[in-house]
């Protein structure tokens, strides 16, 4: 071969190094731009989950201040159920005493028209 038609092994290495070197830069830089954005993704979650447990946590207690509430509505109905309960009572002893408070006066009504009826001819005989 002449030697202007040599090749430069050493130059080639060095080219071939060269491009294998960039390639493997490249492969790195790829890996490394991976991993960064598998970190966020990782720091995202991770926030998110911390939301989230505050979110959960905030409901939870909205459930037990509801529960507190709604027992305490509970006790109010009952209080207010035996209160109906012992005013329908007392209602009821009042209709029947005003029942027999109007049959006592129906009866005293009596009584009186009948005595005055009898005072009334008393009168009229010691007139006579």
């Known amino acids: 071969m002449p030697k202007d038609e040599e090749i430069d092994w050493n130059g080639l290495v060095t080219f ?11 492969k790195q830089q790829q890996t490394q731009d991976q991993l960064e954005a598998s970190k966020r ?4 979650l991770l926030q998110d989950r911390v939301k989230l447990i505050q979110s959960l946590n905030s409901f939870q207690s909205a459930i037990e201040s509801f529960k507190k509430k709604t027992a305490n509505l509970e006790n109010i109905n009952h ?7 012992t005013q ?4 009821e002893n009042l209709k029947l005493t005003i029942a027999s408070l109007e049959q006592e006066k129906g009866s005293i009504q009596k009584s009186l028209s009948e005595e005055i009826e009898n005072l009334k001819k008393q009168i009229e005989e010691i007139q006579k």
């Open 16 to 26: 071939g190094s060269l491009i294998g070197n960039l390639i493997q830069a490249t």
């Open 41 to 44: 993704d990782i720091e995202t």
């Open 79 to 85: 209080q207010l159920i035996a209160q109906n309960k």
């Open 88 to 91: 329908s009572d007392e209602i």
